[in-house]
């Protein structure tokens, strides 16, 4: 049973390009988590998506970010025009229905923005 | 004030000690405390949960939670080289906080 899979795993951009991130959920999980994680501080929650369908988006910035989690194909964590305090490591994470105790995280993606 | 607060350490014990990690919290509204073990550059890993006051086992780890006090502790029996890592409490309710991670090294 495959864990959760992100990719990339790195990503460089320049300021003021896009950068898409994707994440796969665990088998049979249907909940997916977004944080984001900078050096010396914790790992801070953005947002919390099921299929089709945002249940709290209160970490999200509100410019420049988004995501889904599309019924078909992996969640997507999108930045426009990336700026330089966006460079951190974002981390997936998935769990069962009705679970959220209970999360998987991926390996991350390494966004570092020129 | 934060929601939960972990002292970042860090912590260097010798191996076969035990070590104990520790977190407050700030709203006894929260229902699940969980910890994470995360190596240097790996996503983190989930160790254990639990949802009621008192204590928890698995293999060499134990969670501890107060509920009077919002504390939780992770106690780790018989550490290894191999434990050495950051670790991370978290907390649930109606959202996800996690604290700063304390930094444990078992030295050989």
């Known amino acids: 049973n495959a864990g959760v899979m992100q990719n990339p795993r790195h990503l460089v951009r320049r300021r003021g390009q896009e950068a898409r991130l994707r994440c796969s959920p665990m088998?049979?999980?249907?909940?997916v988590y977004w944080y984001r994680q900078l050096p010396e501080e914790g790992l801070k929650f953005m947002v919390y998506?099921?299929?089709?369908?945002?249940?709290?988006e209160s970490g999200m910035p509100k410019e420049r970010f988004s995501a889904e989690f599309p019924k078909e194909g992996p969640s997507i964590l999108r930045i426009q025009q990336v700026v330089r305090g966006d460079s951190a490591a974002y981390f997936c994470?998935?769990?069962?229905?009705?679970?959220?105790?209970?999360?998987?995280f991926g390996p991350g993606t390494r966004l570092t923005v020129t | 004030q934060k929601e939960v607060e972990q002292d970042p350490g860090p912590l260097s014990v010798p191996e076969g000690a035990i070590v104990s990690l520790n977190c407050t919290y700030s709203?006894?509204?929260?229902?699940?405390f969980m910890w994470y073990r995360q190596y240097s550059r790996k996503g983190p890993e989930l160790l254990m949960y639990?949802?009621?006051?008192g204590n928890k086992e698995d293999g060499r780890f134990t969670a501890q939670v107060d509920k009077s006090s919002k504390y939780i502790s992770l106690f780790i029996r018989d550490s290894q080289p191999s434990d050495s890592a950051t670790y991370l409490c978290?907390?649930?309710?109606?959202?996800?906080?996690f604290g700063t991670g304390t930094s444990l090294t078992v030295i050989p």
């Open positions: 994470a998935s769990s069962p229905l009705d679970s959220s105790y209970e999360q998987y």
């Open positions: 088998k049979g999980h249907s909940h």
């Open positions: 998506l099921q299929k089709e369908n945002i249940i709290d």
């Open positions: 709203n006894s509204a929260f229902q699940y």
């Open positions: 639990t949802y009621s006051s």
């Open positions: 978290a907390i649930t309710g109606n959202q996800f906080y």
